[in-house]
């Protein structure tokens, strides 16, 4: 993430910020509340960058997350959601010891890995054969 190579510095009340919406997110997992898991993992990183004071840019992620927590929600499961819920942490503990170079790679890693979780589970709908059976395919219109 490029926010994590612009930072030199990562102040206490960022990693303090980052470890109550962490047990936050623990917490709405936990509880089953599949709406808030979704909502707070994604939420993650809008809070880690208006902690780092980048207000535009966290403006911009609210925006997205805003669009794929409901995929998230959809097609996370429980165990990738918790997964997920821990490379938060240990990107925290990274940023904690000031290991940016670090923390950077996992957050991208972290990213891969959300979105291959959620093409796994789109992978094993039950409805695939369906959807592709139904689905338009790409080309030109047909004649009306």
Same mark, same amino acid.
């Given at each position: 993430?490029g926010i994590l190579r612009a930072?030199?510095?990562?102040?206490?009340?960022?990693?303090?910020? &980052?470890r109550v919406h962490i047990q936050?997110?623990?917490?709405?997992?936990?509880?089953?509340?599949?709406?808030?898991?979704?909502? &707070?993992?994604?939420?993650?990183?809008?809070?880690?960058?208006?902690?780092?004071?980048?207000? %535009?840019?966290?403006?911009? &992620? #609210?925006? /997205?997350?805003?669009?794929?927590?409901?995929?998230?929600? &959809?097609?996370?499961?429980? *165990?990738? +959601?918790?997964?997920?819920?821990?490379? *938060?942490? $240990?990107?925290?503990?990274?940023?904690?010891?000031?290991?940016?170079?670090? +923390?950077?790679?996992?957050?991208?890693? *972290?990213?891969? *890995?959300?979105?291959?979780g959620l093409t796994k589970r789109?992978?094993?709908?039950? %409805?695939?054969? %369906?959807? $592709?059976? /139904? #689905?338009?395919?790409?080309?030109?219109?047909?004649?009306?």
């Amino acid at each position: 993430m490029g926010i994590l190579r612009a930072i030199t510095i990562v102040k206490p009340t960022v990693i303090e910020i &980052l470890r109550v919406h962490i047990q936050q997110e623990r917490e709405a997992i936990k509880s089953g509340d599949v709406g808030a898991r979704s909502y &707070l993992l994604g939420d993650f990183h809008v809070c880690m960058v208006e902690a780092f004071g980048n207000r %535009l840019l966290a403006d911009i &992620l #609210r925006d /997205l997350t805003a669009r794929t927590v409901l995929i998230s929600a &959809l097609y996370q499961s429980t *165990h990738d +959601a918790s997964e997920s819920c821990d490379e *938060h942490e $240990q990107i925290m503990g990274l940023l904690a010891t000031g290991n940016l170079d670090g +923390a950077a790679l996992l957050m991208t890693a *972290h990213i891969g *890995h959300v979105e291959a979780g959620l093409t796994k589970r789109i992978d094993n709908d039950p %409805l695939l054969d %369906l959807r $592709q059976a /139904l #689905r338009i395919p790409p080309g030109p219109n047909p004649p009306r």
